[in-house]
């Protein structure tokens, strides 16, 4: 049989976990694909204080998801994907933000897939410039939870819906693997 055939492709991940990364608010969620339909496992939004130095932001970053990653035993993980910044001191917290939370992902030995900010959009709501309400309503659909999201974890539930989307179809674009 060929190595292209669907029945040769690598099992889809069952359980993802989301990251949407922010020195001051790092989202996160974590889904169960399931039949009829994904489910949220856990979602939420890592808060460090303005107060707080950036080392110990990065430090709680890294110690919660860690936490995440033990308790749901994600499969796969999908980081937002870099973008363009105008201001280079918030594309380098960013940066910091995004380190940290590899880090965790990668020390659990997780598969972790970068997905581009207008990829997911494009795939949740399906406009590539869809504002975070947007997004925030359509996974609050897609999840069947009961209250709106906060922005941060919307966003990594997002993610992680996308990723599902992606795996369990042909996709002309290849994910990127961090």
């Not at 939004?45 to 707080?52: E, F, K, L």
């Not at 890294?62 to 990653?69: C, F, G, P, Q, S």
Request: glycine share 8%.
């Amino acid at each position: 049989m060929p190595a292209s055939t669907p029945s040769t492709r690598p099992n889809p991940p069952q359980v993802i976990l989301g990251i949407d990364p922010s020195l001051r608010g790092t989202g996160y969620g974590v889904i169960r694909t399931a039949r009829p339909g994904p489910e949220a496992l856990a979602l939420g939004v890592i808060r460090c204080p303005a107060a707080w130095q950036r080392s110990r932001c990065l430090a709680r970053i890294a110690t919660v998801l860690r936490e995440v990653i033990a308790r749901h035993q994600p499969d796969a993980c999908a980081i937002e994907g870099l973008f363009f910044a105008q201001n280079l001191q918030t594309a380098l917290l960013m940066g910091e933000a995004r380190g940290a939370s590899l880090l965790a992902a990668a020390e659990s030995g997780l598969e972790i897939y970068e997905i581009a900010p207008r990829k997911v959009k494009q795939a949740i709501v399906g406009y590539g410039a869809a504002g975070k309400p947007a997004v925030a309503k359509m996974v609050q659909r897609l999840l069947h939870l009961t209250e709106l999201p906060p922005p941060d974890a919307a966003d990594a539930l997002a993610l992680a819906l996308t990723l599902a989307q992606e795996h369990g179809r042909f996709s002309l674009t290849p994910l990127q693997r961090v």
